[in-house]
């Protein structure tokens, strides 16, 4: 088969063409993968070839490599590392020779497919001469195969982890690329290349970067770098910069007066890429800041890991110029653009986290400029003072910004009904959303809002809703965060009297004709969903005449009429918006006896109107729907079996959804909001869905965030159906037994031990909920032979010392359920048990109520 032709024919324009070309390749990669995969490296290295065809044939090479989805990804690495070896060695061979061609697309496709064998081979300890070989190419060659290795060895360095490359070959790679980097370099690609490489190799430096020496070199060289006449290289120094802001933040001291002035030139003077990362250097600063003080709260005793050097601190008096002047660089068009990104909103963005990480210190060097550009005839700089002052309301005390929020409230609602541009009326919005948001509710003690303004506020909030999309979504933005603050406020609320007027405008938002613009019906739905959820028992009335309004919107979209794909889209986003203030309604309704008794007579429709939206295949929606019929299930109670023999099969579908894993996750939870509905009620179902569950559980292809919620379910299932739970329970166990075992010993990044949290604390809840179904049950006996694992898992976990306190206070509640429901059985295991005495003890004495009370339970 002559492969040029194939590749050649895969690129084609006519689809026939395409199709059967593809299909040709994907005959080819399953009859003979060996003479598949080498004849793609022959086509990449031979210099012969045309270009379209080469580059294909890498990523199509690539792509046999290496996959997004977890499952396939270990398919296609069992692939590779099962090939025979002459066939690898060939392939690489290949791989390697590409390297120095003339050709930029060949070289820089070789780059990557030699990245991703080396992400399989590598940690396997095979193709061990590999970097050897890639560093004694950067000394010799023509230029463009140096820029090529130092390419593939960047691409190398994202591949594997750190742990896989010894020390002093990482010493010879950082030897390399800084080489590379550095002014003496002349190849504009090969400094670049440099560059790029290093970014991707920082992690691997820890080392390096605690010697001295070494650090103060590569430092030298990326500050250099940054001074570079090519803009690229300068953007990528930066990026460099940003990195290090994060990974080495401990070792930054001796460098940070330098840093600044580097960073506050490219700031003022450098072209948008480059200024964009100068300003991301001190936003990194602020968030390692923030969280070293997050976490030890300011005190630095012995324990503490980092300390905080207070860069910002110390940089203000020059930062906040600096930053200011970037606010007044704004882009005429920037409101329209969803994505937009510019100097400005970067500085207003840095802006917000320095009030962050240094409170109140930031005040006094911002108000002067707000004062000054606030009311001037140029836009931008009543924007920028807009801007300025919406930025630091996050950090500062209540009672430093108050006074300042009196004085601006009714500038700035005048500025929001009256201001010529648009820009202004923007930011301005969005500021009040600020305000509410931190200033407003329960936290504060001196309100801003007084019976007197409130009126003013929401007059002016529903007249910006009838403004251009982008104003109109930051007036609602506002409106939310206003209705969120009197939600702890107590029975009555200042919104009480204009809850009919503010639902109304709201719904007449969602039916403007530009309403798909600037996410503004999302925002007035969301908005709406706030308002209902923050209402108090007055208006529920009004919240009642709501329900069939939004039934005929959601019956609406489910109406046929033939629609293009991009239509289809914007229906299905509608009706997951609609499903989405079904369910806070019906939470709304659900939650007083009165409200919830005359809620019941919509309670089928609903139901039948979910079960349409079921039937149209759209992920979003789904997950949405499900959301919704779990709180009508919380609403209905035992009434909710009536439903359950139409809805049994969505329920299935929605467990068996493995390619979108949030709705399978969705699912899960409410099959424990059903559970708890219906109790014993369920029983007919439960075959089905336990063995779905146990299916769930044993497959690798669903995603793990799934799994913590099933643990929890068998609990809520348990707990349903009692003592009938026996039918499941050796399964049942079984699965958490392994489970149970592997997440005791999980050692990791943070991501992991959050998820290694949660897992635990989905098999805790399973104890607990069989515990307590089995109780007084002449059936408990059951349980006695998996106490003593039990028991053990607790030792496990208390040893560990990593979890939080959730998993406190389950694992606590689990010890409590076993000696409630084994009674004088569990006497001598708990007695033999290593440390549930410390355990009990240690939470007795525990800050948290929640805890304390748990343990004074158990």
């Known amino acids: 088969m002559e492969v040029t032709q194939v590749l050649f024919n895969a690129q084609s324009i006519d689809?026939?063409?395409?199709?059967?070309?593809?299909?040709?390749?994907?005959?080819?990669?399953?009859?003979?993968?060996?003479?598949?995969?080498?004849?793609?490296?022959?086509?990449?290295?031979?210099?012969?070839?045309?270009?379209?065809?080469?580059?294909?044939?890498?990523?199509?090479?690539?792509?046999?490599?290496?996959?997004?989805?977890?499952?396939?990804?270990?398919?296609?690495?069992?692939?590779?590392?099962?090939?025979?070896?002459?066939?690898?060695?060939?392939?690489?061979?290949?791989?390697?020779?590409?390297?120095?061609?003339p050709v930029s697309d060949a070289r820089s496709t070789a780059s990557q497919v030699i990245a991703k064998v080396a992400g399989i081979e590598l940690p396997q300890k095979q193709w061990p001469e590999l970097i050897g070989s890639l560093l004694s190419n950067v000394h010799q060659l023509p230029a463009q195969a140096k820029q090529a290795t130092l390419e593939t060895l960047g691409y190398l360095c994202e591949e594997v982890s750190p742990d896989v490359i010894d020390q002093d070959q990482v010493n010879k790679i950082l030897t390399a690329v800084v080489q590379g980097m550095s002014s003496s370099e002349g190849n504009t690609d090969v400094r670049l290349a440099a560059t790029r490489a290093l970014y991707n190799a920082l992690g691997f430096a820890q080392a390096n970067f605690s010697n001295d020496m070494e650090r103060d070199y590569i430092m030298r060289v990326v500050c250099e770098a940054t001074l570079s006449p090519e803009v690229r290289i300068r953007q990528a120094a930066f990026e460099c910069l940003v990195s290090i802001s994060s990974t080495y933040y401990e070792k930054l001291a001796p460098y940070i007066q330098d840093i600044f002035n580097i960073t506050a030139k490219a700031v003022r003077e450098d072209e948008e890429p480059v200024a964009l990362q100068a300003i991301e250097f001190w936003s990194s600063i602020c968030d390692e800041e923030i969280d070293i003080l997050e976490e030890y709260g300011g005190d630095f005793t012995g324990?503490?890991?980092?300390?905080?050097?207070?860069?910002?601190?110390?940089?203000?008096?020059?930062?906040?110029?600096?930053?200011?002047?970037?606010?007044?660089?704004?882009?005429?068009?920037?409101?329209?653009?969803?994505?937009?990104?510019?100097?400005?909103?970067?500085?207003?963005?840095?802006?917000?986290?320095?009030?962050?990480?240094?409170?109140?210190?930031?005040?006094?060097?911002?108000?002067?400029?707000?004062?000054?550009?606030?009311?001037?005839?140029?836009?931008?700089?009543?924007?920028?003072?807009?801007?300025?002052?919406?930025?630091?309301?996050?950090?500062?005390?209540?009672?430093?910004?108050?006074?300042?929020?009196?004085?601006?409230?009714?500038?700035?609602?005048?500025?929001?009904?009256?201001?010529?541009?648009?820009?202004?009326?923007?930011?301005?919005?969005?500021?009040?959303?600020?305000?509410?948001?931190?200033?407003?509710?329960?936290?504060?003690?001196?309100?801003?809002?007084?019976?007197?303004?409130?009126?003013?506020?929401?007059?002016?909030?529903?007249?910006?809703?009838?403004?251009?999309?982008?104003?109109?979504?930051?007036?609602?933005?506002?409106?939310?965060?206003l209705a969120q603050g009197y939600e702890e406020m107590g029975p009555s609320s200042p919104l009480t009297p204009?809850?009919?007027?503010?639902?109304?405008?709201?719904?007449?938002?969602?039916?403007?004709?530009?309403?798909?613009?600037?996410?503004?019906?999302?925002?007035a739905y969301e908005t709406l969903n706030e308002v209902v959820r923050c209402s108090t028992d007055e208006t529920a009335p009004l919240v009642l005449q709501l329900v069939p309004v939004i039934m005929m919107e959601l019956h609406n979209t489910l109406e046929g009429q033939k629609l293009s794909s991009e239509e289809r889209e914007k229906q299905s986003e509608l009706q997951g918006l609609l499903c989405g203030c079904l369910q806070v309604i019906i939470q709304k309704l659900g939650a007083s006896e009165p409200t919830k008794y005359v809620f019941m007579q919509y309670a089928d429709q609903i139901m039948g109107l979910f079960l349409r939206v079921f039937a149209c295949r759209s992920a979003t929606v789904h997950e949405e729907a499900m959301l919704a019929i779990g709180a009508l299930a919380y609403a209905t109670g035992a009434d909710f079996a009536k439903y359950m023999p139409e809805f049994y099969r969505y329920l299935e579908m929605g467990l068996q959804n493995f390619e979108e894993y949030q709705v399978c996750a969705v699912t899960v939870g409410v099959v424990g909001d059903i559970s708890r509905a219906l109790e014993e009620k369920i029983v007919p179902y439960c075959d089905g869905i336990m063995t779905q569950l146990l299916k769930n559980l044993s497959s690798n292809q669903l995603h793990r965030s799934v799994k913590p919620p099933i643990f929890s379910c068998f609990g809520d299932i348990a707990l349903a159906v009692g003592e009938y739970f026996e039918k499941y329970l050796m399964w049942a166990m079984s699965a958490l037994q392994s489970a149970a075992e592997l997440s005791t010993h999980i050692a990791g990044d943070d991501e992991l031990v959050e998820y290694t949290n949660s897992l635990r604390n989905g098999i805790l809840e399973a104890y607990s909920g069989?515990?307590?179904?089995?109780?007084?049950?002449?059936?408990?006996?059951?349980?006695?032979?998996?106490?003593?694992?039990?028991?053990?898992?607790?030792?496990?976990?208390?040893?560990?010392?990593?979890?939080?306190?959730?998993?406190?206070?389950?694992?606590?509640?689990?010890?409590?359920?076993?000696?409630?429901?084994?009674?004088?059985?569990?006497?001598?295991?708990?007695?033999?048990?290593?440390?549930?005495?410390?355990?009990?003890?240690?939470?007795?004495?525990?800050?948290?109520?929640?805890?304390?009370?748990?343990?004074?339970?158990?």
């Not at 399953?30 to 490296?41: A, K």
């Not at 550009?373 to 003072?385: F, G, L, V």
């Not at 204009?498 to 503004?520: C, K, M, N």
């Not at 429901?821 to 939470?843: R, Y």
């Open 770 to 858: 069989i515990f307590q179904g089995f109780k007084n049950s002449p059936k408990t006996q059951l349980l006695i032979p998996y106490a003593p694992h039990i028991l053990q898992f607790l030792d496990g976990i208390y040893m560990e010392k990593d979890m939080d306190d959730v998993v406190m206070k389950t694992a606590i509640g689990v010890l409590g359920d076993l000696a409630d429901t084994l009674g004088s059985h569990a006497g001598s295991m708990i007695q033999q048990s290593v440390s549930s005495k410390d355990f009990l003890n240690e939470c007795l004495s525990s800050e948290d109520l929640m805890i304390k009370e748990s343990a004074e339970w158990a």
């Open 303 to 481: 324990d503490s890991d980092i300390p905080c050097f207070y860069f910002i601190k110390q940089a203000l008096p020059a930062l906040v110029p600096m930053l200011l002047e970037t606010l007044l660089k704004q882009e005429e068009d920037q409101d329209q653009d969803e994505g937009a990104w510019n100097i400005a909103m970067a500085g207003g963005t840095c802006l917000g986290l320095v009030a962050r990480t240094v409170g109140d210190d930031i005040v006094p060097l911002v108000v002067p400029f707000i004062e000054e550009n606030i009311s001037k005839p140029d836009w931008r700089q009543r924007e920028a003072a807009t801007y300025a002052f919406g930025s630091i309301l996050e950090g500062p005390s209540p009672e430093k910004l108050i006074p300042l929020v009196n004085v601006a409230l009714t500038f700035m609602l005048s500025a929001l009904t009256k201001d010529p541009n648009s820009h202004v009326k923007d930011t301005t919005a969005w500021t009040l959303g600020r305000i509410f948001e931190f200033l407003h509710g329960s936290v504060v003690d001196s309100p801003i809002i007084s019976q007197a303004n409130c009126q003013q506020i929401i007059t002016v909030l529903l007249q910006s809703m009838k403004d251009t999309p982008n104003v109109a979504e930051k007036a609602c933005g506002a409106l939310y965060f």
């Open 15 to 101: 689809g026939t063409v395409r199709k059967n070309a593809e299909e040709s390749l994907k005959q080819f990669q399953e009859q003979n993968l060996p003479g598949f995969l080498l004849s793609l490296s022959g086509e990449l290295a031979n210099e012969e070839k045309p270009v379209e065809t080469r580059k294909l044939a890498g990523l199509v090479l690539k792509n046999a490599l290496d996959a997004k989805e977890q499952h396939r990804k270990f398919e296609l690495v069992q692939r590779w590392l099962s090939l025979d070896g002459n066939a690898k060695s060939q392939i690489k061979a290949c791989l390697l020779t590409t390297l120095t061609s």
């Open 498 to 523: 204009f809850f009919q007027e503010i639902v109304q405008s709201l719904l007449t938002v969602t039916h403007r004709e530009d309403a798909g613009e600037s996410r503004l019906r999302t925002a």
